[in-house]
């Protein structure tokens, strides 16, 4: 969508998604995006978002986040391979870093970590805005994310 001839795809989507629509970017979209690209994609939205570090860790339900009315559906922990994204409000992390991953980071140097998160999903007009850095593309738990995202569970 940033590329020569695609550019014209990307206002048509800001559209949809303030006039209600959901966007949801996963599957290839993480690995195949560089981090440069990934804030130019994001910052289109009006978000900070920008790719960064890879990971497997178990993630846990932020069952705070505006984005789901029914968090209740959702699996309480993820175990994910991701590529993350940082500059995201704490509001608008779906999965959090669980407190055994957070010990394990800090204990292995890699607290710079903790500021990423591999599902996320923010307001953007009237409409979402979410990501899944999940590099397997789906696995368990995640189908079930993907839909409740894109609001498809009633969650």
Do not use: H
């Not at 669980?98 to 409409?127: D, I």
């Amino acid at each position: 969508m940033l590329r020569n001839g695609n550019d014209v795809v990307l206002p048509e989507i800001k559209e949809y998604v303030n006039e209600g629509g959901r966007l949801l970017v996963a599957g290839f979209f993480p690995t195949n995006i560089n981090r440069p690209d990934s804030q130019k994609f994001f910052n289109a939205f009006g978000l900070d978002w920008c790719r960064r570090g890879y990971g497997k860790q178990t993630y846990k339900l932020n069952t705070k986040t505006e984005a789901l009315k029914k968090p209740k559906v959702l699996p309480e922990q993820l175990t994910l391979r991701s590529l993350n994204l940082a500059g995201v409000a704490p509001e608008d992390v779906v999965y959090a870093t669980s407190n055994e991953a957070k010990e394990s980071l800090e204990t292995n140097g890699q607290a710079g970590m903790l500021e990423e998160w591999p599902v996320v999903q923010a307001r953007v007009g009237r409409g979402w805005v979410g990501y899944v850095g999940d590099v397997r593309v789906s696995g368990e738990g995640v189908d079930i994310v993907l839909l409740g995202l894109l609001g498809l569970l009633d969650v």
